[in-house]
């Protein structure tokens, strides 16, 4: 009896994992290039934190999240110029929800992996 109720006690943090955090997790690769010049740095943040690129072209891992990724670049002789940048909600994320419920979502939904940001952004810079 007591084996018996062991394996599902065991295999309940397996059933409450999140599918998209397994599959591609909370954080996400993104590139940023300014045109039509290089050289500019870039600071890029959500509500999950705040991240620097010291010059574009550039990467950076940023924290997925609901909310807009707020893109600021600058460079000498050029405009400030700032982009929010759309999140997106993975199709991955719907079909947690039906296959794993809704725990499963709520979890890929709070930590941000049910989101994703382009992974190009492109910022036009002018001159000022």
């Known amino acids: ?12 943090p397996i059933l409450m994992s999140s599918c998209a955090s397994i599959v591609s ?19 890029m943040e959500n509500d ?3 991240w620097y690129i010291p010059s ?3 990467s950076v891992t ?3 999240s609901y909310n807009d990724l707020k893109v600021s670049c600058s460079k000498p002789g050029y405009h ?11 199709a991955m994320a719907f079909g947690n929800a039906l ?4 725990i499963g979502a709520g979890v890929d939904m709070a930590d941000g ?16």
């Open 1 to 12: 009896m007591k084996k018996l109720l062991l394996v599902p006690i065991c295999a309940l």
């Open 25 to 43: 997790g909370e954080n996400q690769s993104v590139s940023v290039n300014t045109t039509p010049v290089a050289g500019a740095s870039c600071s």
């Open 48 to 50: 999950k934190g705040k």
């Open 56 to 58: 574009t072209p550039g």
């Open 62 to 64: 940023v924290h997925r």
């Open 80 to 90: 400030v110029m700032e982009k929010d940048i759309k999140s997106s909600t993975k």
């Open 99 to 102: 296959f794993g419920g809704v």
């Open 113 to 128: 992996a049910a989101y994703d940001y382009p992974t190009d952004i492109q910022v036009p810079m002018k001159r000022g």
